[in-house]
């Protein structure tokens, strides 16, 4: 359960300015259904460049539709050069903060907001091409090095909270931990493959890599994971919460925790989910 501000709840309540300019001078659309989040920010602009109505349409969480409202109050009455200097964490301050793990509402208000200002001026939105790290979520390395150096981020969990990458598979997790390295001036840590391990050994570190890797990703999600058994090179686990009984639980299986597992423990092991009895898409 997150923790909300008075005010959070309020603009969610009570949203401000929800609608379509129609006739707007500035246009921002970002992020996508199939994501889960997605915003529309018009506003029109009146003498000396000043904003004087701003709408906007979204799909998404509490935390998303009160970034949006909040969004919208804030650039009222600013000029254009103005609003372009509001940061996704000065729309969080607004509102008295945001959980950690929602900032990326407010980081989806600053972009539409980006946006909606190129097209005010007549200018091709400069979203930073990139190499694609989190493919779940489209995210790019140069998107995760602007959110790690704009808010002081240090972990992969804080980079998810931020800008969602590494909060789909999973398979991401490592190339973004590289990257908060290399921004840091760290030298990458060798992970210790053992040559040759007795089945104690195997399982103990199979439990370690559940603990330290597994688990924490599953648990942004609602859900978890239990070590049920080793069988030579098959592992069985059983999946719980909000995974226990998702339809896409085995892709979880196979391109996440397997990998990690093989990554991580040795090659040579499998990883096999108890059976389960329903399923539903979470």
């Known amino acids: 359960m997150w923790e909300y501000t008075d005010k959070v709840k309020d603009h969610f309540l009570n949203p401000r300015n929800v609608g379509v300019i129609e006739d707007a001078d500035g246009i921002g659309e970002v992020g996508s259904l199939s994501c889960g989040d997605a915003l529309k920010l018009t506003f029109k602009v009146g003498e000396n460049e000043k904003i004087i109505d701003a709408k906007f349409q979204t ?6 539709i009160a970034s949006s409202s909040a969004l919208t109050e804030i650039i009222r009455g600013l000029t254009v050069d103005d609003a372009a200097k509001v940061t996704n964490d000065y729309i969080a301050k607004y509102l008295g903060d945001l959980p950690k793990e929602k900032m990326h509402c407010s980081v989806m208000g600053r972009d539409a907001l980006e946006k909606a200002i190129a097209h005010y001026r007549g200018i091709p939105y400069q979203k930073p091409e990139g190499e694609i790290v989190c493919e779940c979520f489209g995210v790019t390395d140069l998107e995760i ?6 808010n002081s981020l240090t972990s992969v969990e804080d980079v998810t909270d931020f800008v969602k990458a590494g909060g789909g598979c999973g398979n ?8 908060i390295d290399t921004m840091q001036g760290k030298e990458r840590s060798e992970k210790k493959k053992p040559q040759k391990m007795t089945n104690i050994q195997k399982i103990k570190l199979i439990e370690e890599i559940l603990e330290q890797e597994i688990k924490p990703v599953l648990k942004k999600d609602g859900g978890n994971i239990e070590l049920i058994d080793l ?3 098959t592992i069985y ?12 639980s085995q892709v979880t299986i196979k391109n996440f925790i397997e ?3 093989k990554e991580l423990v040795s090659p040579e092991l499998n990883v096999k989910e108890v059976k389960r009895e329903t399923t539903h898409i979470c």
């Not at 090095?145 to 704009?150: D, G, H, L, P, Q």
């Not at 991401?172 to 931990?177: A, S, Y």
């Not at 719980?240 to 998702?246: K, M």
Request: with cysteine.
């Open 145 to 150: 090095n602007r959110a790690i150096t704009e």
């Open 172 to 179: 991401c997790v490592e190339k973004i931990q590289e990257i």
């Open 231 to 233: 069988d030579e090179n």
């Open 237 to 248: 686990v059983k999946l719980r919460g909000a995974c226990a009984n998702c339809m896409t």
């Open 259 to 261: 990998n990690k597992i």
């Open 59 to 64: 799909f998404g969480c509490a935390s998303a």
